[in-house]
């Protein structure tokens, strides 16, 4: 795990390429009803996002997409070798300017400078609160210290970040925060307790926290992706999943996650469920009573072939 320490600063800035928005990108940007981001181009303007888990997967999608609109980008991660290849290379595709950040979410030192560092970033525009991580198997078997930096990763993070971002945002009228949930969080699934729950607090934090807000000026997304094709499965802890033991159609590229995401921005919509196959999922599994009969009935069948926890000596 690759974490700055007191002689490295933890923001690296990179050399940085004057930011603008190329013309024809700018015609791309689907803002249509809200003030903002296609007015950069027009006056210059420079705009930050801030993407956490931007070391792959979706994170590092919404690092192009971002990128191709000509957004100054700041890149938080563990993996700095990662980091620092995909800055090299959106800076010399899309010529903007990219800073990385090498942090650990689940660690609260590293965690409480990242906070006070976007306190301090008077442009910033996106946040996305996108790092996270799932585990296998039963609660109770579960190291607990993993459960406790899935919360911290995915919830104090989230909660962390944007109660710093928000100030400047609310002041400058302007700004998206997207938190990157998950379609479990409307379907409670054993075998996956903390993060089902994890997720869930998201949507219900964006949702409750975009009430609070005195227009869509500022929008809160809480983007809920089905299985996307990204290095989420890839882990230790996924080693028995096969990606294709699932029907194809239920699998989403990372590019058309947040496309929609960002199209979705636009809409004043809180929730953001990309893909239709993931709609009609959680249109069907919302129902907790359908949930428990279709979901929790299949997959207590398969945690029952796994070994049950055996009693202490
Ligand atoms: N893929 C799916 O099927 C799927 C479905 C629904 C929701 N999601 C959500 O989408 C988000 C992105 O996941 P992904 O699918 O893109 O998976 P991924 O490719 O594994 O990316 C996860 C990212 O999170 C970062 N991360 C994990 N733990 C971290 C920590 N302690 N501190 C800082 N960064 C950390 C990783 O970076 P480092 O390892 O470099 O730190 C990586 O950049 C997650 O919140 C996930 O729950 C994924």
């Not at 994170?59 to 000509?70: D, I, N, Q, Y």
């Not at 800076?91 to 903007?96: D, E, G, S």
Request: hydrophobic share 40%; charged share 20%; proline share 5%.
């Amino acid at each position: 795990m690759s974490k700055h320490n007191s002689t490295t600063p933890a923001h690296q800035s990179t050399s940085g390429i004057t930011p603008g928005f190329p013309g024809s990108l700018v015609a791309w940007w689907p803002f249509k009803s809200r003030p903002s981001l296609n007015t950069l181009a027009a006056h210059n303007r420079v705009a930050t996002a801030l993407i956490t888990g931007a070391s792959s997967g979706i994170g590092a999608t919404f690092a192009h997409k971002l990128a191709a609109l000509g957004y100054h980008l700041i890149l938080v991660a563990r993996r700095a070798d990662r980091l620092h290849t995909l800055a090299e290379n959106l800076r010399q595709t899309y010529r903007v300017t990219v800073d990385i950040y090498v942090a650990d979410l689940a660690d609260p030192a590293d965690l409480t400078r990242l906070e006070q560092y976007v306190r301090t970033l008077d442009t910033l525009e996106i946040l996305v609160n996108n790092a996270g991580f799932g585990t296998t198997g039963r609660f109770a078997q579960i190291e607990l210290s993993k459960q406790l930096d899935m919360i911290h990763v995915h919830i104090l993070a989230s909660v962390r970040l944007t109660h710093a971002a928000l100030p400047g945002m609310l002041a400058r009228q302007r700004g998206n925060i997207i938190n990157v949930a998950s379609i479990t969080a409307y379907i409670i699934m054993p075998g996956t307790v903390t993060y089902c729950a994890t997720k869930a607090y998201l949507t219900i934090f964006s949702e409750a926290l975009q009430m609070e807000l005195p227009d869509r000026r500022v929008q809160i997304q809480a983007l809920c992706p089905g299985y996307t094709y990204t290095e989420f499965h890839d882990s230790p802890e996924y080693a028995a999943f096969k990606r294709g033991s699932l029907p194809e159609f239920l699998w989403m590229p990372a590019e058309a996650v947040v496309e929609t995401s960002l199209k979705a921005l636009s809409s004043g919509k809180v929730i953001c469920i990309p893909g239709w196959q993931n709609r009609l999922l959680v249109t069907i599994l919302r129902s907790r009573r359908l949930s428990k009969l279709v979901v929790q009935k299949r997959l207590r069948s398969k945690l029952r072939e796994s070994p049950a926890p055996q009693p202490a000596d």
